[in-house]
């Protein structure tokens, strides 16, 4: 089954836009798994376990476990998805932006190593930064068009004829790049107007769409603004809002969790028809 097949259907039984960043940062970590060796995959799994029936998708962000040489620990997790709930789409975030023979490094690494769905990609170098990717045809390429972040304005914000560059990037891949029906967006919840600008330009494509949650975008808006005449269309992904969600009495870190990304699906629910 293909990525974009895998997220429709997971966008239908889970009835959920929800996508559930992991993220786990050593020091907001629950005292239990803090310095254990095997602390970050078990807290991870503790929060699939009580999230996926809530979520349309998990996206693992590298860094978080690169940076502690816990590699290992993500390989794990990433197996377990795909035993247990091989019906989610994994997405794993490393923003990748490499060229040729490199990038097919890193393809090798989110597809094989991790056995990933979908990889988040830079298109800074071009399309031959992007195209390697496609030689796994099954699977996604997730390409940052316009980031949540204040930041991303400094470039995707410059005008290319008349048009901002993020929605060049838009219209490129939608009309160009994305010739085998594999290609999806990054466009952050924090500019729901460039959303639904991203979205009037590529038509039914996916866009991941962080934002939510820690960094306060709006879920009305961003639903109305990316969602498709289907009310799908989008992975809206809230991370440290629902990892580090503060338990209430009675719960613990994951019925925490699970409350929250409970929450959040509903919230997005209720607007996305
Ligand atoms: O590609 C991403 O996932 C991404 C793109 C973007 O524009 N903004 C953004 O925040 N992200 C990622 O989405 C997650 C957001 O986390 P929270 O802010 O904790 O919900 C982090 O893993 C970010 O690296």
Same mark, same amino acid.
């Given at each position: 089954m293909t990525f974009i097949n895998k997220l429709n259907a997971a966008w239908a039984s889970n009835d959920s836009l929800l996508c559930v960043g992991l993220d786990p940062d050593m020091d907001k970590l629950p005292a239990q798994f803090r310095n254990? /060796?095997?602390?970050?995959?078990?807290?991870c799994k503790e929060i699939i376990d009580a999230t996926a029936d809530l979520a349309c998708s998990f996206k693992p962000q590298i860094a978080y476990f690169a940076a502690l040489s816990a590699e290992r620990q993500l390989e794990d997790i990433c197996a377990y998805l795909r035993d247990n709930y091989p019906h989610i /789409?994994?997405? %794993?975030? =490393?923003?990748r932006g490499d060229i040729g023979a490199t990038a097919r490094q890193?393809?090798?690494?989110?597809?094989?190593?991790?056995?990933?769905?979908?990889?988040?990609?830079?298109?800074?170098?071009? @399309?031959?930064?992007?195209?390697?990717?496609?030689?796994?045809?099954?699977?996604?390429?997730? *390409? %940052?068009?316009?980031?949540?972040?204040?930041?991303?304005?400094? %470039?995707q914000f410059l005008d290319v004829g008349g048009k901002p560059l993020y929605q060049h990037v838009a219209g490129l891949v939608a009309n160009k790049w994305n010739a085998n029906g594999q290609c999806a967006l990054v466009v952050g919840?924090? @500019?729901?107007?460039?959303?639904?600008?991203?979205? #009037?330009?590529?038509?039914?494509? /996916? %866009?991941?769409? /962080?934002?939510?949650?820690?960094?306060?975008? $709006?879920? #009305?808006?961003?639903?109305?603004?990316?969602?498709?005449?289907?009310?799908?269309?989008?992975? *809206?992904?809230?991370?440290?809002? *629902?990892?580090? #969600?503060?338990?209430?009495?009675?719960? $613990? @870190?994951?019925? =925490? #969790?699970?409350?929250?990304?409970?929450?959040?699906?509903?919230?997005?629910?209720?607007?996305?028809?």
């Amino acid at each position: 089954m293909t990525f974009i097949n895998k997220l429709n259907a997971a966008w239908a039984s889970n009835d959920s836009l929800l996508c559930v960043g992991l993220d786990p940062d050593m020091d907001k970590l629950p005292a239990q798994f803090r310095n254990q /060796p095997n602390g970050i995959y078990e807290f991870c799994k503790e929060i699939i376990d009580a999230t996926a029936d809530l979520a349309c998708s998990f996206k693992p962000q590298i860094a978080y476990f690169a940076a502690l040489s816990a590699e290992r620990q993500l390989e794990d997790i990433c197996a377990y998805l795909r035993d247990n709930y091989p019906h989610i /789409p994994l997405v %794993l975030d =490393a923003k990748r932006g490499d060229i040729g023979a490199t990038a097919r490094q890193y393809a090798r690494e989110a597809y094989d190593r991790y056995g990933a769905d979908a990889v988040t990609v830079n298109p800074y170098m071009g @399309f031959d930064s992007v195209e390697p990717y496609m030689e796994w045809a099954d699977r996604g390429v997730i *390409i %940052l068009c316009r980031t949540s972040n204040a930041g991303g304005s400094d %470039l995707q914000f410059l005008d290319v004829g008349g048009k901002p560059l993020y929605q060049h990037v838009a219209g490129l891949v939608a009309n160009k790049w994305n010739a085998n029906g594999q290609c999806a967006l990054v466009v952050g919840a924090t @500019f729901p107007e460039e959303l639904a600008q991203v979205r #009037a330009i590529v038509g039914d494509m /996916p %866009l991941l769409v /962080p934002g939510i949650g820690a960094q306060g975008g $709006d879920i #009305a808006a961003t639903v109305n603004a990316g969602r498709t005449a289907a009310g799908t269309g989008m992975m *809206i992904n809230s991370s440290r809002a *629902i990892l580090y #969600a503060a338990p209430q009495a009675g719960e $613990d @870190f994951a019925a =925490a #969790a699970r409350r929250v990304a409970e929450e959040t699906r509903d919230a997005i629910n209720q607007y996305r028809k």
